[in-house]
């Protein structure tokens, strides 16, 4: 019997094993453990351990490749159905003033002339016939309406200016132009016209709806 520190005796069988026990830690390190060598095969096999085979019943069919002619030119579309639907029609709706021109052909719709308005057709060729004369402009307006018409080129701008270096300040070519694309020989190309945004030159230029081939007579 041993007493505590109060005095009182208590019974600990076990006392005189506590030197046996108390083991002080090792300070020596384990050996380290030598991982088996694998080869990218034998990886690769033990990743896909769990992978289960798809069915051929959920295999995805491959989409088709967009080729080009799957682009569809939307201004292109349109003038096309539009000089199909004016075919052998040569009656033009015109509007003039000092700061304005327009002209359409009888069955060009409001919503193409409202969208040629605002410029909404691209510009893919433009002229310049500012500085020539009046014969040279129109001479050079048939060869660039044929030539245009060759290359596949339907929505133009033509750029005449507004006479303000002529005599009396008279836009001799802005009429002249106009006047050509609605009567005589240049007219047989003409869908429809209208006075160009200012940042396309404003009263100085029209947009110009061209067709493919001239009109019949």
């Known amino acids: ?14 006392s005189h094993f506590g030197d046996v026990l108390r083991v002080e830690p090792s300070k020596e390190k384990p050996p380290p453990v030598e991982l088996p060598q694998l080869s990218d095969e034998e990886l690769f096999s033990w990743a896909m351990r769990d992978v289960v085979p798809i069915k051929r019943e959920n295999e995805r069919v491959p ?3 967009l080729t080009n002619s799957s682009i569809v030119d939307d201004d292109a579309r349109v003038l096309e159905q539009l000089e199909e639907l004016v075919e052998g029609r040569g009656t033009f709706r015109m509007e003039n003033s000092d700061d304005y021109v327009e002209a359409r052909l009888d069955g060009v719709g ?40 060759a290359a596949g080129r339907r929505s133009l701008l033509v750029v005449h ?4 270096n002529s005599a009396g300040q008279i836009p001799i070519l802005k009429r002249s132009v106009a006047k050509w694309l609605t009567k005589g020989a ?3 190309w003409t869908l429809a016209y209208c006075t160009a945004r200012p940042v396309d030159g404003g009263a100085g230029a029209i947009y110009l709806l061209l067709r493919s081939k001239p009109r019949r007579r």
Do not use: Y
């Open 1 to 14: 019997m041993k007493r505590d520190r109060t005095g009182n005796q208590s019974h600990r069988p076990f």
């Open 63 to 65: 989409c088709a490749r």
């Open 110 to 149: 409001f919503s193409t002339i409202r969208k040629l308005r605002r410029g909404q057709f691209t510009i893919q060729d433009t002229i310049n016939l500012r500085g020539l004369t009046r014969a040279e402009a129109k001479e050079a307006l048939a060869a660039f309406l044929r030539r245009s018409a």
């Open 161 to 164: 200016g507004r006479g303000l």
């Open 186 to 188: 240049l007219s047989r």
